[in-house]
């Protein structure tokens, strides 16, 4: 053997080969894993997009001024629309929030801050728990006991209570989780420069678990808008715009289940077009929750 | 010369501040609980100096640090047996607001702590809480030249506090503490989470500091106590009663403390030879 070949053979029984073997088992199996993963994210997301590819080929055509802003139609009438039913929904999730997101968030400030493992504490968090796996239904039937058998009559007072009770757990427990994210560094920061305890959580704790709290009031608002269950015997529905709280009110979903059962193919079109404009307003709600939803800390 | 605690006890009488004494710490015990975490120690804290306090792990001198603006009632807890005055008030007594007493005697934590809140909301922030009514920009200002960080952040102090290097916010920190004008600034270890270059800044800025306020430091660096501190408390554990209880081995200028300690057991620490 030369001195060349030598030192050749001697390399190579030294130098272990790093080269990538496509074939070996564990590439295979990584391989094979991988593709696995990438299909069923991709089947995860099928219903989602077909939903919103049926919505806009359905109803995109029907969704102008005139559905937005005119009156339901009525048996065999042309035209129409749902302004008054989007009108409502707002109305209705507007009163649920002015309801649910001041006591939750007090509730919030209980459970995360002043007696985190007192007795109330860990059974009202127990009971928000169970309360977001709450049938949505019930939220309309205890509104129908409490509310609409006080006052006499379907309102929409009654609808936004009945979203408000749907909303609250919600938002306590988001509002719980942002506020206990407050490091307590901040928190003695805070103490060491004199502030009060009240002066902590309303300047310190509040402001820094602000975005973690705005993102779970949105998620809740956002659920609230799509719920039609709660609004059944509440809200029940009505053909004209809302003028006064305690009256029956239309709602977006409402309209949505009456007129897709409805033999008429403007309706129908309708209905499909309203479909698409609730996504829209909860698609809104959730991209504000994500702008908002920047933690600062 | 011994090392016992009792010893211990007799030579920490012995200190006798030249000065004007600002706050006088004279504690008798600290408990967490049942836990005798520290026992009688004198300590005197003098106006216009800084107070460094040394000791091993677990001698509780920041214990007695947090014990001096009432930082450790927030634990459930402590309790406190003794006296702490400041100006011959004792904030332990029974008329005193610890919320006011916090206001005069500021604090600087290890971490540094910046609220999620621009830099000059930082600052700020003490003055509206004390419902400042004169010039918030120019006090401002002024306490982020004191913390010698004005020129680093004098054009964007809209941003986030948060932003800050770890040395910057420690500085932040300091300037939000002496934004509200306090008499005495604690600082339990504000060095340890930063880098030399840093943490040299922080230290020039004590020396400065202490020409208009009265420092009191915790720290775990001997040669910074040396560095800076004008007099030195040094710490020691004892185990004899089962527990680990602190308590106060040996006080008196830096100086002396370092070169010619009184107690063996503090001329084993200072030497090295135990941490």
């Known amino acids: 053997m030369s001195n060349a070949e030598l030192t050749a053979a001697a390399q190579e029984s030294e130098?272990?080969?790093?080269?990538?073997?496509?074939?070996?088992?564990?590439?295979?199996?990584?391989?094979?894993?991988?593709?696995?993963?990438?299909i069923a994210a991709i089947l995860a997301s099928i219903p989602l997009f077909s939903v919103i590819y049926m919505l806009v080929v359905q109803g995109g055509a029907r969704v102008d001024l005139e559905a937005l802003t005119a009156l339901p139609p009525a048996g065999f009438e042309m035209g129409g629309g749902f302004g008054n039913a989007i009108v409502g929904t707002l109305v209705?999730?507007?009163?649920?929030?002015?309801?649910?997101?001041?006591?939750?968030?007090?509730?919030?400030?209980?459970?995360?801050?002043?007696?985190?493992?007192?007795?109330?504490?860990?059974?009202?968090?127990f009971l928000a728990k169970v309360l977001t796996g709450m049938p949505s239904i019930l939220a309309g039937v205890f509104a129908y006991a409490a509310v609409v058998l006080l006052m006499g009559t379907y309102s929409a007072w009654a609808g936004g209570i009945a979203l408000a009770v749907l909303m609250l757990p919600?938002?306590?427990?988001?509002?719980?989780?942002?506020?206990?994210?407050?490091?307590?560094?901040?928190?003695?920061?805070?103490?060491?420069?004199?502030?009060?305890?009240?002066?902590?959580?309303?300047?310190?704790?509040?402001?820094?678990?602000?975005?973690?709290?705005?993102t779970g009031v949105m998620l809740a608002v956002a659920g609230a808008a799509g719920e039609s269950a709660p609004l059944l015997f509440t809200a029940l529905f009505s053909n004209y715009y809302i003028s006064e709280l305690a009256e029956p009110t239309a709602s977006l979903s409402i309209l949505i289940y009456n007129f897709s059962g409805m033999p008429f193919d403007n309706q129908i079109e309708l209905a499909w077009a309203a479909s698409l404009v609730l996504v829209l307003i909860v698609l809104v709600f959730n991209i504000l929750a994500r702008l908002f939803g920047q933690p600062k800390v | 010369m011994n090392a016992t605690p009792e010893a211990a006890l007799d030579t920490a009488a012995q200190f006798s501040p030249q000065g004007e004494v600002v706050m006088d710490c004279k504690l008798d015990k600290i408990f967490y609980g049942d836990f005798l975490a520290v026992r009688s120690s004198d300590v005197p804290i003098?106006?216009?100096?800084?107070?460094?306090?040394?000791?091993?792990?677990?001698?509780?001198?920041?214990?007695?640090?947090?014990?001096?603006?009432?930082?450790?009632?927030?634990?459930?807890?402590?309790?406190?047996?003794?006296?702490?005055?400041?100006?011959?008030?004792?904030?332990?007594?029974?008329?005193?607001?610890?919320?006011?007493?916090?206001?005069?005697?500021?604090?600087?934590?290890?971490?540094?702590?910046?609220?999620s809140m621009s830099i000059f909301d930082n600052v700020a922030f003490g003055l509206r809480l004390n419902?400042?009514?004169?010039?918030?920009?120019?006090?401002?200002?002024?306490?982020?030249?004191?913390?010698?960080?004005?020129?680093?952040?004098?054009?964007?102090?809209?941003?986030?506090?948060?932003?800050?290097?770890?040395?910057?916010?420690?500085?932040?920190?300091?300037?939000?503490?002496?934004?509200?004008?306090?008499?005495v600034l604690l600082m339990d270890e504000p060095c340890s989470a930063l880098d030399p270059i840093a943490t040299r800044q922080i230290e020039e800025l004590m020396l400065e500091l202490k020409e208009r306020y009265t420092l009191a430091l915790v720290t775990?660096?001997?040669?910074?106590?040396?560095?800076?501190?004008?007099?030195?408390?040094?710490?020691?554990?004892?185990?004899?009663?089962?527990?680990?209880?602190?308590?106060?081995?040996?006080?008196?200028?830096?100086?002396?403390?370092?070169?010619?300690?009184?107690?063996?057991?503090?001329?084993?620490?200072?030497?090295?030879?135990?941490?």
Not at chain 1, 18 to 36: V, Y
Not at chain 1, 182 to 208: E, H, N, Y
């Open chain 1, 15 to 38: 130098l272990p080969s790093l080269n990538r073997q496509i074939l070996e088992r564990r590439a295979l199996k990584s391989g094979l894993l991988t593709t696995l993963t990438w």
């Open chain 1, 92 to 125: 209705m999730v507007g009163i649920a929030a002015i309801v649910s997101v001041p006591l939750g968030i007090l509730a919030a400030i209980y459970l995360a801050i002043l007696d985190p493992s007192s007795k109330i504490a860990s059974l009202s968090r």
């Open chain 1, 170 to 214: 919600t938002v306590v427990l988001t509002a719980e989780e942002a506020l206990k994210m407050v490091p307590q560094r901040m928190k003695d920061a805070a103490f060491g420069m004199g502030c009060t305890r009240s002066q902590v959580i309303w300047k310190v704790v509040l402001p820094t678990g602000l975005p973690g709290v705005v």
């Open chain 2, 46 to 115: 003098e106006k216009g100096k800084i107070t460094g306090f040394i000791g091993p792990s677990g001698c509780g001198k920041s214990t007695v640090l947090r014990s001096l603006n009432r930082m450790n009632d927030l634990i459930d807890i402590f309790r406190f047996e003794g006296k702490v005055t400041y100006k011959g008030q004792d904030i332990y007594g029974k008329k005193i607001d610890p919320v006011v007493v916090r206001r005069y005697i500021g604090m600087v934590f290890q971490q540094p702590n910046p609220f």
């Open chain 2, 131 to 183: 419902r400042f009514k004169g010039n918030i920009e120019e006090k401002v200002e002024k306490a982020l030249q004191r913390a010698a960080l004005w020129n680093e952040v004098k054009d964007k102090l809209k941003n986030s506090g948060l932003s800050l290097s770890g040395g910057q916010q420690q500085r932040l920190c300091i300037a939000r503490a002496i934004a509200t004008e306090p008499d």
């Open chain 2, 220 to 275: 775990h660096n001997m040669q910074q106590a040396m560095r800076v501190a004008d007099t030195t408390a040094f710490f020691g554990v004892d185990i004899s009663a089962g527990g680990r209880t602190g308590y106060l081995v040996e006080m008196g200028n830096t100086k002396e403390v370092f070169e010619n300690p009184q107690e063996e057991l503090t001329r084993q620490y200072v030497a090295g030879e135990f941490s």
